[in-house]
Nanobody, 121 residues
Framework: QVQLVESGGGLVQVGGSLRLSCAASGRTFTTYNMGWFRQAPGKEREFVGVIRRSGGTYFADSVKGRFTISRDNAKNTVFLQMNSLKPEDTAVYYC???????????????WGQGTQVTVSS
């Protein structure tokens, strides 16, 4: 029902900011909770945060206070604002859609292709 495409990744210095976008196709976008995950080389895919259909958000401890998520249902787009970036934030970032509110990757029904974020000192 949904195809997701991430964009906005790139190279940023430590302490800098990036804003990622996730554009969804179809007309079922508003029925899903939208999560963000990341995967660094040699590591498992890691939960970053999720925004509920109602707009409420929840974040992993590793990014809490630095990242925010918002959604524009009219434009079928979700955003991940990343501030105070650290080298350990370097990863491929994925957006995903789930009918449940969940932090578990296997519970998500649809995934984007990912966008690379590199934080350099």
């Amino acid at each position: 029902q949904v195809q997701l495409v991430e964009s906005g990744g790139g190279l940023v210095q430590v302490g800098g900011s990036l804003r990622l976008s996730c554009a969804a196709s179809g007309r079922t976008f508003t029925t899903y909770n939208m999560g963000w995950f990341r995967q660094a080389p040699g590591k498992e895919r890691e939960f970053v945060g999720v925004i509920r259909r109602s707009g409420g958000t929840y974040f992993a401890d590793s990014v809490k206070g630095r990242f925010t998520i918002s959604r524009d249902n009219a434009k079928n787009t979700v955003f991940l604002q990343m501030n105070s970036l650290k080298p350990e934030d370097t990863a491929v970032y994925y957006c995903a859609a789930a009918q449940l509110i969940t932090t578990r990757a296997p519970d998500y029904d649809y995934w984007g292709q990912g966008t690379q974020v590199t934080v350099s000192s």
